[in-house]
């Protein structure tokens, strides 16, 4: 049976593991491309990155075009 200081520790060790892990984690810069845009009328545009099975999403104004690529910090994880 636990008492509630080893509960206490159970739960937080790996709750501040997953917190401190992303930063170690080195940061890359990676340009992604245009993938598709949509146009939304007075709403303005939306703008659609895909990377590694990810879409990133930019909001433009309704007279402003998707920018054709888009610089964004990829983290990477090694275990």
Do not use: W
């Not at 060790?13 to 080195?26: C, D, E, G, I, S």
């Not at 990133?56 to 990829?74: N, W």
């Amino acid at each position: 049976m636990m008492n509630g200081s080893n509960t206490f520790l159970t739960l937080a060790v790996p709750a501040l593991f997953t917190v401190l892990l992303p930063l170690n984690a080195p940061a890359q810069q990676v340009t992604l491309t245009l993938s598709q845009e949509q146009d939304g009328g007075s709403a303005g545009r939306a703008c659609m990155y895909i990377h590694q099975g990810q879409a990133e999403y930019r909001l433009v104004k309704p007279d402003q075009l998707c920018p054709g690529t888009l610089t964004i910090e990829a983290t990477t994880h090694h275990i």
